[in-house]
């Protein structure tokens, strides 16, 4: 089994603040994405990555996979409390047609 | 939104009852997933179909079944319910394999008591 570990599991910061959060494997990946999820909701994809080193920006957010296709971090500057909710990695896997998710980091952003 | 529907959308049984859950699509899509979700664990893999009658297991399958009789279904049934089933259960769809979009539904919370 593939496992993916999130970092933190928890955050909380104030509004105008930048973090970072982390996805780590060890295996590589042939893909992985990023998912935001909201309470009562299902997750809903924000971002896919697929070449090693690939940088891939979305307003505030950046994301970036590593060279070695193992790990991603999520970078966001100047939060702001819609950022609020749970962000999930998920791998995809040569030769595995599952999609395996991370732990998620929740993440809270204080007005 | 993609078009995926899950029922019920909540569901409290009692210990050793048989539950079916629902998921429905109007996408056409090959893939379709179960998860569930419980704190600290993130989104667990139960079942994935790859196709008409095509399914396989995922990480966290005992105690759980799946059919897909049809492109656009896919039922997961929870044999005889045992309390550690008590989670959130999420349907997925998507067009290709692992390193495409998935959709995913609203979610069935189920309570098994």
């Known amino acids: 089994t593939q496992l993916l570990e999130q970092s933190p599991q928890f955050l909380s910061i104030q509004e105008g603040e930048n973090l970072t959060v982390y996805c780590n494997s060890s295996?590589?990946?042939?893909?992985l994405q990023w998912y935001r999820q909201e309470p009562g909701e299902g997750p809903v994809l924000l971002v896919t990555v697929v070449t090693g080193g690939e940088v891939k920006k979305l307003k505030r957010l950046t994301f970036q996979f590593g060279d070695a296709r193992k790990d991603s971090s999520l970078h966001i500057t100047a939060a702001q409390p819609g950022d609020t909710g749970l962000y999930l990695c998920a791998g995809g896997f040569f030769g595995n047609e599952k999609l395996t998710f991370g732990t998620g980091t929740r993440l809270t952003i204080i007005p | 939104d993609a078009g995926i529907t899950q029922s019920p959308r909540h569901k409290v049984t009692e210990t050793g009852t048989p539950v079916t859950l629902r998921c429905h699509q109007t996408e056409n899509h090959r893939y379709m997933y179960w998860y569930r979700q419980d704190p600290g664990h993130g989104l667990r893999l139960i079942h994935y179909?790859?196709?008409?009658?095509?399914?396989d297991k995922g990480e966290v399958s005992d105690g759980y079944s799946v059919s897909r009789s049809k492109t656009e279904d896919f039922l997961l049934t929870l044999e005889s319910a045992t309390s550690s089933q008590t989670s959130v259960y999420f349907c997925a769809i998507s067009e290709l394999a692992a390193n495409t979009e998935a959709f995913f539904g609203q979610g069935t919370r189920l309570t098994v008591v």
């Open positions: 295996s590589v990946f042939s893909s």
């Open positions: 179909s790859y196709g008409v009658k095509d399914t």
